[in-house]
């Protein structure tokens, strides 16, 4: 990406899939989303990592899941975006202003727990095939605001 402070990585999951609509209505939209913040916990619930938090709304804006790291104690606030194979990569709309966005509601969990909140970007794709694949991309997002 174009954005220095962001460092990716790429795995596989298996999930539940939804069939592929040349129109998506906006509640299917939102069931999509649902889905994938839930495949994305899923996966790092799989990594052994607890889940704190969910849809954590705060006056700057929507935290999709908070986790903690047990080995390290490390605790994330996790942006999950989905989409379907074929549609834009959902990296797309990790813009300048999103991860300023989430650099700010960061601190306010860091003002209001007294612990340092990583960022974790998950881009959930939803593949084709009949095991129900999953691809997941990883983006930490660090540095300063």
Not at 22 to 51: D, I, M
Request: with cysteine; net charge positive.
């Amino acid at each position: 990406m174009h954005l220095q402070s962001i460092k990716g990585m790429e795995v596989s999951f298996i999930g539940r899939v939804y069939k592929k609509k040349v129109l998506v209505p906006f509640t299917e939209k939102v069931s999509l989303g649902r889905q994938c913040e839930s495949l994305a916990a899923e996966y790092l619930l799989k990594r052994k990592w607890r889940l704190v938090a969910r849809n954590v709304r705060l006056r700057l804006g929507e935290i999709d899941l908070i986790v903690e790291d047990p080995e390290s104690g490390q605790r994330w606030l996790v942006e999950v975006r989905g989409r379907r194979q074929g549609i834009r990569k959902a990296s797309v709309w990790l813009s300048r202003a999103k991860i300023k966005r989430l650099k700010k509601l960061a601190e306010i969990m860091r003002l209001r727990t007294q612990r340092v909140h990583r960022i974790l970007f998950l881009e959930v794709e939803m593949l084709e095939t009949s095991s129900g694949s999953v691809r997941i991309k990883e983006f930490e997002i660090d540095g300063e605001a």
